[in-house]
C-alpha cells in the first residue's frame, strides 16, 4: 500500500526527530553495529572524490561529520557539510573544533531536496549512509547533479543488502535481531534502530539505482561492492 500524502509529508519531520533523538550516542552504535568497518567503507568514498585536487566538496546527510573529516585529509580547498538535523550538526561542529578542521570546513542546515547553493558549484559531492532516508531520491540526486561543476563527480555509500545467499543471511539476523537489541541498550530508542533494518531492506538493487542516477543526469556510474555488500558505493560523473 502506498503512503499517504499526509503520511509522505509527515516522512522527513520523523526521520528528522528519530536524528535528533540519537545523535548523542550515534558514532558509537555506528562503530558497534557495523563492527567498526564503517570508518574504513567512509575513507574509501572520500578517496574517490579526493582526486580532484584541492577540489571544493560538498557533504550531503552529513551527520556528526565523519566524512567530511575524511575529506579533509586529502587536503580540498573547502568542505561544505550540510544536514536537516539540528542536534547532529551541533555534534558535528563539536568534532570539528576538536579536529581542528573548521579552516576548511563549513556548517549549513539544509534538506538535501533542496541544495541551498549554486548551480555547478562543487567538484565533487558525496552521501554516506544517507539517501536511503531521503523522500524524493530522484530529486535528490537532480539536486546533487545541479551543483556538480562540469567533470564533477558524486559519491553514495549506503548500506545495502548482499546478493551471496549466505551472506544476505547473516545480514538479516544482525540486522533484525542485533541492530535493534544494541540500538535499544546503547541508545534508549530501539524504534529508530528498528527502522534502519527495514530503510536498508527497502534501498532499491544496484542496477535500479544506477538508472536513477543516470536519469538525473550522471554518466560513466560504477558500483563497488563493500564488504560481501553489506555496504556499496555508487559513483557518477557529470558530463
Excluded at 575524511?70 to 555534534?91: I, K, R, Y
Aim: hydrophobic share 45%; aromatic share 8%; with cysteine.
Amino acid at each position: 500500500m502506498k503512503n499517504s500524502p499526509a503520511s509522505q509529508q509527515s516522512r522527513p519531520a520523523l526521520i528528522r526527530a528519530m536524528f535528533d533523538r540519537i545523535a548523542p550516542t550515534y558514532d558509537l552504535l555506528n562503530r558497534l553495529i557495523s563492527f567498526g568497518l564503517d570508518s574504513s567503507w567512509r575513507r574509501k568514498a572520500a578517496r574517490i572524490l579526493g582526486r580532484h585536487r584541492s577540489g571544493t566538496f560538498l557533504d550531503i546527510a552529513a551527520g556528526s561529520g565523519d566524512v567530511t573529516l575524511a575529506l579533509l585529509e586529502t587536503n580540498p580547498a573547502l568542505v561544505v557539510g550540510t544536514d536537516f538535523s539540528l542536534n547532529m550538526l551541533t555534534l558535528f561542529g563539536t568534532k570539528l573544533r576538536r579536529a581542528h578542521g573548521d579552516g576548511r570546513a563549513a556548517l549549513a542546515a539544509s534538506d538535501a531536496l533542496s541544495l541551498p547553493f549554486r548551480d555547478c558549484s562543487f567538484d565533487g559531492t558525496i552521501v554516506a549512509f544517507g539517501i536511503r532516508n531521503f523522500a524524493d531520491r530522484p530529486l535528490a540526486l537532480r539536486e546533487m547533479f545541479r551543483v556538480l561543476k562540469p567533470g564533477g563527480t558524486s559519491v553514495i555509500l549506503e548500506l545495502t543488502v548482499p546478493g551471496n545467499a549466505v551472506a544476505a543471511g547473516l545480514h538479516r539476523i544482525h540486522a533484525k535481531v542485533v541492530l535493534p537489541l544494541v540500538g535499544r541498550i546503547i541508545s534508549g530508542d530501539g524504534s529508530a534502530y528498528g527502522y534502519l533494518p527495514e530503510s536498508i531492506a527497502a534501498f532499491p538493487p544496484a542496477g535500479e539505482f544506477l538508472g536513477m542516477m543516470e536519469r538525473a543526469g550522471f554518466t560513466d556510474g560504477t558500483v563497488t561492492a563493500l564488504s560481501f555488500g553489506a555496504a556499496t558505493i555508487f559513483q557518477g560523473r557529470k558530463p
